[in-house]
């Protein structure tokens, strides 16, 4: 089975703060996608990569940053962090494909204050 | 661009009874199609995905939907409800970039309430 590992549940941080959020995967996916989740707004794309060293924006990249700098880890930087970037953030990977679907990770829990 | 669309944000139904999350898409070509389902403080799995074959499409859980090209819509049926079946679903289409890789744009999802 697909293992997508993000190294925190819940996280604090003050405004201002640079935060990092890791994600780890164990199946040689190509592909690997950082989300955003709030309620009544569904899952938003921020950024992806299909490949180390390579990234693409998504639909709401601002205030974002990613590192790929190994195939299994995809890390989501929030280089200031700010109240409105409070949210559930999810990672994902699948391999190359239109039908290939993704496997998520369970999920960080961010509350900046 | 594509887009999708989730009619209800919220469904309740009684345990044993039908479930209906209703989903239409809009896409300048076939597109290829999925559900996933979250449960309380977990990731999404997949459920299952059209991709152009068989217009009904059987997932897990007991689950499937029917691809109807005609109505943009691909809703989301099982015929009898249990209690685990609580938890949000999304319809997701794929949109393809170039470079063979593609983009998932997910519907704002339906949360389903079981009661006994």
């Known amino acids: 089975d697909v293992k997508v590992t993000q190294s925190s549940r819940y996280l604090v941080k003050r405004t201002g703060e640079k935060v990092f959020l890791e994600c780890v995967q164990d199946?040689?996916?190509?592909?690997m996608f950082w989300y955003r989740q709030d309620p009544g707004l569904g899952l938003r794309l921020i950024y992806f990569?299909?490949?180390?060293?390579?990234?693409e924006k998504g639909d709401i990249p601002e205030g974002y940053s990613v590192s790929r700098e190994k195939k299994e880890r995809f890390s989501l930087i929030l280089e200031s962090a700010s109240t409105n970037q409070t949210s559930m953030y999810l990672c994902?990977?699948?391999?190359?494909?239109?039908?290939?679907?993704?496997?998520f990770g369970n999920g960080t829990r961010l509350t900046v204050t | 661009a594509q887009s999708v669309t989730q009619l209800d944000s919220h469904v309740s139904v009684s345990e044993g009874t039908p479930v209906l999350l209703r989903c239409n898409y809009s896409?300048?070509?076939?597109?290829?199609l999925f559900w996933y389902v979250q449960h309380p403080n977990k990731g999404l799995q997949l459920l299952l995905k059209?991709?152009?074959?068989?217009?009904l499409v059987k997932g897990i859980n007991g689950f499937e939907a029917e691809f109807k090209k005609s109505e943009t819509s691909f809703h989301l049926t099982k015929p009898s409800a249990h209690m685990s079946d609580a938890a949000e679903y999304f319809c997701?289409?794929?949109?393809?970039?170039?470079?063979?890789?593609?983009?998932?744009?997910f519907g704002a999802g339906t949360r389903l309430a079981v009661h006994p």
């Open positions: 994902a990977s699948s391999l190359h494909g239109p039908n290939s679907p993704l496997h």
């Open positions: 199946m040689d996916h190509e592909n």
């Open positions: 990569s299909y490949d180390v060293k390579m990234k």
């Open positions: 896409s300048s070509y076939s597109p290829s």
């Open positions: 059209y991709t152009s074959a068989a217009t």
């Open positions: 997701v289409v794929s949109e393809d970039l170039s470079g063979g890789y593609n983009k998932l744009i």
